[in-house]
């Protein structure tokens, strides 16, 4: 670090793009990828900089972040039939598994509910209503989901003008489409139950 004593973690480390803080945070969440061979399927664990037992999402916020959900979707029988589908495809997926009250309480770990909401998306007629678990809306008191997880290097790796530029100069061109990308990442088991949602199929 230019400092010599750096303790803002913002100083660039020599012959790297990044900072200190990004070098460590990318290091934390490279340490938590492993793949899978057998089962062909990478498995990751939240790159938590802050003990889970900070999140607050409990069973009570959760059941009124539902109910608001539903109350919007019960207006619209189409939105809601579609949201329905959205969520029937992930558990057919295992994106998402239902929990019976046995598996849930016989879960010694800390668990946090995500709130999900429904966003317009009215450039699709397939899909006019899509989800979004909300990762970084703050509950009960307590920091986000998104706040205690290191980010990473970013600055660098998305920067619309050098993507232009090389795809430009013929040196840069790809296009691909990976379905559903950060459904097809499998968590670690105790950071499952770190996004756990209700849904009751609008009964």
């Not at 619209?76 to 009250?101: C, F, H, S």
């Amino acid at each position: 670090p230019k400092c010599c004593s750096c303790r803002c973690g913002l100083c660039p480390i020599p012959g790297s793009r990044y900072s200190y803080r990004e070098e460590c945070e990318l290091k934390q969440i490279d340490d938590g990828l492993n793949y899978d061979a057998e089962n062909g399927r990478w498995v990751a664990s939240y790159p938590l900089q802050h003990p889970r037992t900070v999140l607050k999402g409990t069973f009570g916020v959760a059941v009124q972040s539902l109910k608001s959900t539903e109350k919007l979707l019960l207006k619209n029988v189409e939105w809601g039939k579609k949201y329905n589908e959205q969520i029937q495809d992930m558990v057919n997926r295992n994106a998402a598994r239902k929990l019976t009250p046995e598996i849930y309480n016989a879960f010694r770990g800390h668990i946090n509910f995500l709130p999900h909401i429904a966003v317009k998306n009215p450039n699709s007629i397939s899909t006019p209503v899509r989800i979004c678990f909300d990762a970084s809306r703050v509950q009960g008191g307590g920091p986000s989901l998104n706040h205690v997880i290191a980010k990473g290097p970013d600055r660098f790796l998305n920067n619309l003008a050098s993507v232009i530029i090389g795809f430009r100069n013929g040196r840069v061109a790809a296009k691909a489409d990976v379905k559903k990308m950060y459904n097809a990442i499998y968590l670690v088991e105790e950071d499952m139950y770190l996004q756990c949602f209700f849904w009751r199929n609008l009964d």
